[in-house]
């Protein structure tokens, strides 16, 4: 069975940049679509980004597009979200996922993902 650890939350202030990490024991990522998501105080769980099972082609959501990327090991165990020019409206829990059904395209449904981490806080503060 797949589990999955995050790690690499912290307070940084607006601007700054952190790399989380996610690493799998159990399994590779070689046959998951992953997902990253995140959840404000207050607000629902959103996808921020997530990378196709298919052909390793990864879709990020407007708010992280263009500053936030994603990168896996050679091992295919640990993927890195590395996260720059941090707002304060990053602040959230961060979650990856994976969802182990073949699809053409990842999802940014939640609900498709069924191996969960169980979370990292990131604060931005302004």
């Known amino acids: 069975e797949v589990q999955l650890v995050e790690s690499g939350g912290d307070l940084v202030q607006t601007g700054g940049s952190l790399r989380l990490s996610c690493a799998a024991s159990?399994?590779?990522?070689?046959?998951?679509?992953i997902g990253w998501f995140r959840q404000a105080p207050g607000k629902e769980r959103e996808a921020i980004l997530c990378?196709?099972?298919?052909?390793?082609?990864?879709y990020y959501s407007d708010t992280v597009k263009g500053r936030f990327t994603i990168s896996i090991d050679n091992a295919k165990t640990t993927v890195y979200l590395q996260m720059n020019s941090l707002k304060p409206e990053d602040t959230a829990v961060y979650y990856c996922?994976?969802?182990?059904?073949?699809?053409?395209?990842?999802?940014?449904?939640?609900?498709?993902?069924?191996?969960w981490g169980q979370g990292t806080q990131v604060t931005v503060s302004s």
């Open positions: 159990g399994s590779t990522f070689d046959d998951y679509s």
């Open positions: 996922a994976l969802d182990g059904l073949y699809r053409t395209r990842c999802s940014f449904r939640d609900d498709l993902y069924d191996v």
């Open positions: 990378i196709s099972n298919s052909d390793g082609t990864t």
